[in-house]
């Protein structure tokens, strides 16, 4: 059993920059996928970012050029840094992991952008 466990979220007023991390403990064999999605009040939880193990990057488009996807393989992490928030990107951010079998999912951080 994967636990993704996030931090980093919080206030900041707009314009400003948070950076999240999330890392996966427990029974880890191999991780596939690391993504961030997002959930704001009243609407779905959308796919923000997302990284495979090769590589491969992927983004929203309301946040390309403003958030950058990472990942530490070593250390089964994986980081959003978030440039240029606006209020539009308050929402809680959730890390996912899929271990090409199985898909696991953190608790959730909140990130709220005063404008």
């Known amino acids: 059993q994967v636990q993704p466990v996030e931090s980093g979220g919080g206030l900041v007023q707009a314009g400003g920059s948070l950076r999240l991390s999330c890392v996966a403990s427990g029974s880890i064999f191999s991780i596939d996928a690391m993504d961030w999605y997002r959930q704001a009040p009243g609407k779905e939880r959308e796919l923000v970012a997302s990284?495979?193990?090769?590589?491969?990057?992927k983004y929203a488009d309301s946040v390309k050029g403003r958030f950058t996807i990472s990942r530490d393989n070593a250390k089964n992490t994986v980081y959003l840094q978030m440039n240029s928030l606006r209020p539009e990107d308050t929402a809680v951010y959730y890390c996912?992991?899929?271990?090409?079998?199985?898909?696991?999912w953190g608790q959730g951080t909140q990130v709220t952008v005063s404008g």
């Open positions: 990284t495979t193990k090769g590589g491969v990057k």
């Open positions: 996912y992991i899929w271990d090409g079998g199985h898909d696991f």
